[in-house]
């Protein structure tokens, strides 16, 4: 039985931590939701990029009957003070940013403010198709933790369920949000077009948490792990934990199955709509990065959402 006390986390991490010398080295705080009425999702992600003197912003707001609203700045400047370890904060380019660590590990606000762009269908993302801009994003929502905090054992990377508060505008449009989701905190090399991977995490009907992480670095090598958080404990995942997908238009995948084989747990995936990203390098590589809130369907019957993403490289034809 696998220790749990190697998936412990130190509340200093919370905070910035010092680049290694890689290029791609990268500092990231990602948060997601589902609300509670079914009618609205959403994530941000705040990724700073120290050796190339970049941060990115990315935010994306979906729902099953509403156009993709989505707020992405790649050019956003490094913030400096990173000795602070309360919050980091950015103001640059028309958006302000600011992620506080109310309570290391327990409650982190993300208040930001910025112009936005709305996509009727989110594969417009991938055609670089216009959108419809100048709209205004504003948000002020807290992640308060629901669970443990956990550690992956071989990089340098901590994920937390949690209950999220607050409320997002679109314009003179305000939702209050009420409903759980998903953080993460990862501090290492983050090379976007080397691998292809899936990530997903939930919340079923019962209370039970889950979350996994398949990595595709070749057919025959797909390490994996993750978690199931119940009534019973932490239960790690750290192997045969394999996620299949049906690819339909533009690559964005139409369902999907999870097997967890070590705790036993097997869902069907549903997506239900999509925040999708498109990134290319300054070689010219590209990068699909389809992300999506997702229905969850346990083989016991169980039921549950939460948000799924994979990380699709284009290869160019031979």
């Not at 602070?84 to 940013?97: F, H, K, L, W, Y």
């Not at 905090?149 to 949690?162: G, I, K, M, Q, S």
């Amino acid at each position: 039985m696998t220790d749990v006390s190697t998936h412990q986390v130190d509340a200093a991490d919370e905070g910035r931590h010092e680049p290694g010398d890689d290029v791609w080295w990268n500092e990231s705080w990602y948060l997601d939701f589902v609300d509670d009425g079914g009618e609205i999702a959403g994530y941000v992600r705040l990724g700073l990029y120290p050796n190339q003197g970049v941060a990115w912003w990315t935010v994306a707001i979906v729902g099953p009957d509403r156009r993709l609203v989505e707020a992405v700045d790649l050019t956003l400047p490094v913030p400096a003070g990173a000795e602070d370890r309360g919050q980091v904060a950015i103001e640059a380019n028309g958006t302000s940013v600011a992620c506080i660590f109310e309570e290391p590990l327990q409650a982190m606000r993300v208040v930001a403010r910025g112009p936005a762009a709305t996509y009727a269908d989110p594969a417009d993302v991938y055609r670089e198709a216009p959108a419809v801009t100048g709209q205004q994003l504003d948000l002020d929502l807290v992640w308060r933790s629901d669970g443990e905090a956990y550690h992956y054992v071989h990089t340098t990377r901590y994920e937390l369920p949690c209950l999220v508060s607050g409320t997002l505008t679109i314009d003179d449009t305000t939702y209050t949000i009420t409903g759980q989701g998903q953080r993460d905190h990862s501090w290492a090399p983050r090379d976007w077009w080397t691998i292809d991977w899936c990530w997903f995490s939930g919340r079923l009907d019962d209370g039970t948490r889950v979350h996994g992480a398949d990595i595709r670095i070749a057919p025959e090598l797909r390490p994996s792990f993750g978690y199931v958080q119940d009534g019973d404990g932490v239960h790690p995942i750290e192997q045969e934990l394999v996620v299949e997908e049906t690819l339909g238009d533009e690559q964005l995948p139409t369902a999907g199955t999870i097997r967890c084989a070590p705790v036993g747990l097997d869902l069907a995936v549903e997506p239900v709509a999509f925040g999708p990203l498109l990134f290319v390098d300054p070689d010219g590589r590209v990068d699909r990065f389809p992300r999506a809130w997702c229905r969850y369907t346990a083989a016991d019957g169980r039921k549950g959402e939460g948000w799924i993403e994979w990380n699709q490289v284009q290869h160019p034809p031979a």
